[in-house]
């Protein structure tokens, strides 16, 4: 229940997000430092099959809030699917710049790396060469959490609003009918794979922000040889090891969503700094409070080079000036705002990272740092 409800308050919190929003581990980790996640599950083949798989699949529309929800949606999609015993239909990331853009997830993780821990295939595959044989037009049902008084008559709301109405349309996809499905994302028996052999649902089947338990799953989402020499090259051009970099959220709507978290100890992803309790200092911390965190790191890792990942184009300025005052030597580059998923790759990949206990977006890097062995600091956090 408390999962379910955890998801109401988010997709309340989605409407604060939704205003420029830009950017967006471990319970119990000692002070301000992430440790490698628990092992992996055992292995399995790992390729993207055409056969049908006589279990089901699961797909989802990730239309709540940009790159650090939907990567945490992700996990938990992957976890539901496992716990339901069908194949994961990986959708694309949806970014946006006026009207939705549709990234395939191929086009920046490896696919098969992510197949190592279940089943999946990408939508693009899935609507192309498996849909047409196992979920024709006439049977293309929308399912839903709802209350057991709406079973009979739900309410899916298919395709209304953006991002839902382009996200299917993207992929002509309408639906006929709709079906209500007990809130929880765990196993769902009573929809037998021969009854229900797609289950499409409006919305992830996960919590946000990402359980704790589901966060070892970060370790198979990997970057794509493509984008790691597009990382690299960036690097060699702006950077140079050891670098440290930094992920200041300060835009105008994070400043509404640091008031609604002020003083809680379970929001949105401090669990990831041990649910410390929210405050100025580690959500929205002052510009000269983050310069000195950076400046620290950077001694710390003996690091010359700093890269600050900003979503607001105004203050990032300010935010490099307030650096060269503590350390002029440094030298900071900004990341370009437009490119998220390198700026998350990025940031995975620094030698030491700070980053936002709130934020969803620093915790893409965090979890990837925790399971490749990299430090992570957290402004506002003292470190040990």
């Known amino acids: 229940m408390r999962r379910i409800e955890g998801f109401l308050i988010c997709m309340a919190l989605a409407l604060v997000l939704a205003v420029n929003f830009a950017f967006e581990l471990q319970a119990d980790l000692p002070n301000n430092a992430l440790t490698p996640a628990c092992e992996a599950p055992a292995h399995v083949e790992a390729k993207e099959s055409l056969e049908i798989d006589p279990s089901g699949y699961v797909l989802y529309c990730p239309c709540m809030g940009r790159l650090g929800n939907q990567m945490s949606h992700l996990l938990g999609a992957i976890n539901f699917a496992m716990a339901n015993n069908r194949t994961l239909v990986v959708p694309p990331f949806i970014e946006y ?92 028996p009573e929809l037998t794979p021969l009854s229900h052999p797609v289950i499409a649902l409006r919305g992830a089947p996960a919590a946000f922000p990402v359980e704790v338990f589901h966060r070892y799953l970060q370790r198979y989402v990997v970057w794509n040889q493509e984008r790691v020499e597009i990382a690299n090259s960036y690097i060699d051009t702006h950077l140079a090891r050891p670098f440290v970099a930094a992920h200041a959220r300060v835009g105008s709507d994070w400043v509404s969503v640091c008031r609604l978290g002020d003083g809680w100890t379970d929001f949105m992803e401090n669990a990831q700094c041990n649910r410390t309790r929210i405050s100025a200092a580690t959500c929205l911390p002052p510009l000269d409070d983050m310069a000195t965190t950076i400046v620290a790191a950077a001694r710390t890792a003996a690091a010359q080079h700093v890269l600050i990942g900003c979503d607001d184009p105004d203050v990032a300025p300010n935010l490099v000036a307030a650096v060269h005052k503590i350390a002029p030597s440094l030298v900071v580059h900004v990341a370009p705002p437009s490119e998220p998923f390198l700026t998350a790759h990025l940031f995975s990949v620094a030698d030491l990272f700070v980053g936002n206990c709130v934020s969803s977006f620093t915790a893409i890097a965090a979890r990837t740092r925790a399971v490749t062995g990299l430090p992570t600091w957290f402004f506002g956090i003292p470190v040990s």
């Open 97 to 188: 710049h006026g009207t939705p853009r549709f990234i395939p997830y191929a086009s920046h993780f490896n696919l098969s790396a992510l197949a190592q821990v279940h089943r999946v295939i990408a939508m693009e595959t899935f609507m192309k060469e498996i849909a047409p044989r196992v979920w024709p037009a006439a049977e293309r049902h929308m399912y839903c959490f709802v209350n057991n008084n709406e079973m009979s008559q739900p309410d899916c709301q298919t395709k209304q609003g953006s991002p839902f109405g382009p996200f299917w349309d993207h992929f002509s996809v309408d639906f006929v009918r709709d079906v209500g499905i007990t809130p929880s994302f765990d196993a769902h």
